[in-house]
């Protein structure tokens, strides 16, 4: 049974501008919310709200980084100042890549993927927390990966911030349980969108063309909020793969590398 319907919710939701974000935006102002969407091409969003604007539902544009300490302190200001400082549901599913052994990687992609993936959806939860305090039924929804259950090799980076947002999810879950916050984690696997086009090394050419719809991707991430699922893995092969990994793991773990290995050749 749903917990909460999606519907007339104050939503702010990250990284709208393309793939798993816009499909997001476009179903949740066709349910009638009011959505505050956020990224750092602002046309992509402007593009968004014109093609909405039939729909019952309201689409706000804020553009800017969320790696951005002033930009965030902005959006803390927008809700404040336009919702009346409540929020229903904040969902973090900005995110970057890339595609590299870790010991060819630079220093500075490190940095970029746990300041987007990690420091910014923190942060963002943190300087919320009291406006979503004050919502209905309130949710966080952070966009994790199944690579944040399984360690792929190539992916080091990606990996060490997508398992460090399911660790931070499962703890403020057990945190914020008493105040009826609920933290959701849904874990896409491979989904077609521009992800792959904006990776920070290694650009898979074609990559984008096999996985997952968006639209799918995004009906699975309203249910599990309308739900408060924990946790959710969203394809049934990568919930498999994670189940094998959690009860295999060094059969996994030998299986990835051999795999890895015979790839990078
Ligand atoms: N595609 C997949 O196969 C896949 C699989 C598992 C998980 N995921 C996760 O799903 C989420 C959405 O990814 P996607 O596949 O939809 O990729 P996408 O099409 O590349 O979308 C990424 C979004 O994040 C925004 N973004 C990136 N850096 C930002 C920053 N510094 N400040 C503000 N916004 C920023 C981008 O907007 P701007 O560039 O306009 O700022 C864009 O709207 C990510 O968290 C990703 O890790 C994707």
Redesign the pocket.
Known sequence: MAKRKLQSKRILL?????????ALAQQLVAAGNDILV????EQ?LISLQEATNECTGTIHCLA????SGDFRAEMIHWVDTNWDSTLDVLIN?????SHQAFADSKPEYLRQIM???VI?PLELIRGHLQQLRRGQSPAICN?????GHVALPGNSE?CAS?FALHGFSDALRAELSNEQIDVVLV????????????LLAGPQAGK?DK?MS?QVVARKIVRAIEKGTRESILSWKALLGVWQDRIFPSLTSRQLASWYHRNSK
């Open positions: 990250t990284g709208a501008s393309s793939g798993i974000g816009y956020v990224a750092r091409r992509r800017g980084d969320i790696t599913n900005a995110g970057i890549g300041d987007v993936n910014a966009v994790g990966s199944v690579l990606y997508k874990s896409p696997s491979t989904t077609r969108t521009e992800f792959f086009d904006s984008s996985g968006v």
